[in-house]
């Protein structure tokens, strides 16, 4: 390939990840301020409660994810992946204005959480599709041999957001008080998501439509669309399973990294910030390196190596934790459970948009990816939170990870019992 070609493959991809910058960026924020949010938002008589009602509101967005799917991703599969991407980032920059803005519970009473709670709704419908969306634009406009690699920079976009927003946080918590940010601090970094808008809107704008797409000289009307999901509900279910494993580690490792280690740990927010900050970044490099290993030896070996690690190590390295908590023992077990998440995701996004019929691709990944995470990855810091709170084990969260990394496993059995090459044959011609 081209040097000039080259460039221009990395101008696309930094173009079509933009809008997973923006919506991975406000959720990290929401998990990150949930405790700040809880108290302006959702007060009640204890700590407990309101830290789990803002979680659960959290976890609400999520719900929304499967219709947004099936609505947005049958829009998508019809019109084209440019123009979809830029309908679901509007949506996803209207919830996030909306939360940024909207005054506390003690200014306007119980119309506060329920236009917390709309605007997150508003996301959960967006990001039904974003992922899938930009999955998919991403291994059709692959060259040959690398759509791991392609593929595995719409995770990789995520974590640059995290690393932006643990910076903006460390900077919050040095240079104003803990009274100052629980006042009004923490809507600073929702601001700046706002002011990024623009820029990714005008971005987008300048993507092209992949070849894949205009070179398809049928393309399926909603209703097609959703009859083919019903038809092909088994490639759905096993690709929901699979991608359990990603979105439960994901959630687990970023967005309840800070307050697991602030609120539990009871290590400091500076502490904090800083682990997230490092695991962002493991996992950065992780998703491109194990994203391209799958294109080498295949994705069967590295989704089973992962699952397997991830079943044998999540609980005692998290035991091993908790015991006698430091910013060292921290920082060395998440960055291991991100070494489990990074090397497993980097295969099994590409895997998924290589099993989903090629004419439905955007609303079978979307659906797929959406379910897993409204069911199980959406609720990790509620389901978390909630772990601890009945068994009185701090370690307790890694149980939903290797819960997560067994339905992993079953998938990965599913998926590819028949063979690799032949699974991603029959679904490149479907």
């Keep these: 390939m081209s040097a000039a070609s080259t460039s221009s493959k990395l101008r696309t991809v930094l173009r079509v990840t933009s809008g997973n910058f923006l919506e991975m960026f406000d959720f990290f924020l929401f998990g990150f301020y949930a405790s700040y949010i809880s108290k ?27 219709l947004g799917a099936v609505v947005l991703g049958a829009y998508i599969d019809h019109v084209g ?3 979809g991407l830029i309908v679901t980032l509007a ?24 236009l ?8 959960g419908f967006s990001a039904g599709v974003e992922l899938g969306g930009v999955s998919v634009y991403l291994s059709e406009m692959a060259t040959p041999n690398n759509k791991g690699f392609y593929v595995s920079w719409q995770s990789g976009s995520q ?23 629980g006042a009004w601090g923490w809507r600073i970094p929702f601001f700046i998501g706002s002011l990024i808008v623009p820029f ?16 398809r000289v049928k393309r399926p009307t909603a209703t097609e669309s959703f009859r083919s999901m019903i038809v092909n509900w088994q490639i759905v279910l096993a690709g929901m399973m699979l991608v359990v494993m990603t979105t439960v580690s994901f959630y687990l490792i970023t967005v309840y990294t800070p307050t697991f280690g602030k609120n539990v740990l009871k290590l400091s927010e500076v502490d904090s910030l800083i682990v997230t900050f490092c695991v962002a970044l493991s996992n950065l490099f992780w998703l491109p390196v194990m994203g391209a290993a799958s294109d080498r030896i295949g994705r069967r070996p590295v989704l089973m ?5 991830t079943i044998l190590t999540a609980y005692p390295a998290m035991s091993w934790l908790v015991v006698e908590p430091t910013f060292g023992k921290m920082l060395a077990v998440e960055l291991w459970l991100s070494f489990l998440y990074g090397s497993y995701n980097g295969a099994m996004v590409v895997a998924l948009t290589e099993i989903v019929p090629a004419s439905v691709r955007t609303t079978g990944f979307s659906l797929a990816y959406s379910l897993a995470t409204a069911l199980f990855g959406g609720f990790t810091p509620a389901v978390s939170t909630a772990l601890i709170e009945w068994t009185g084990n701090k370690a307790a969260p890694s149980l939903w990870m290797t819960f997560a990394a067994v339905c992993g496993l079953a998938a990965t059995f599913m998926v590819y019992r028949r063979g690799e090459s032949s699974r991603v044959a029959l679904a490149a011609a479907a």
């Design 116 to 123: 917390v709670l709309i605007g997150r709704l508003l996301q």
């Design 40 to 66: 302006a938002f959702f007060p009640a008589s204890n700590e407990y409660s309101s830290l789990l009602l803002t979680f659960m509101t959290f976890g609400a967005g999520f719900l929304m994810r499967p």
């Design 200 to 215: 990714i809107f005008v971005i987008r704008r300048s993507l092209a439509e992949t070849e894949a797409f205009l070179s």
């Design 91 to 114: 949506l996803m920059a209207t919830g996030t204005i909306l939360i940024a803005f909207v005054p506390a519970y003690a200014t306007i009473g119980l119309i506060a959480p329920i």
């Design 305 to 309: 190596t992962f699952t397997l690690l």
């Design 81 to 83: 992946r440019r123009k």
């Design 159 to 181: 974590q640059v957001s995290i690393m932006f927003a643990a910076m903006i946080g460390y900077g919050l918590s040095k240079f104003m008080s803990p009274a100052d940010i």
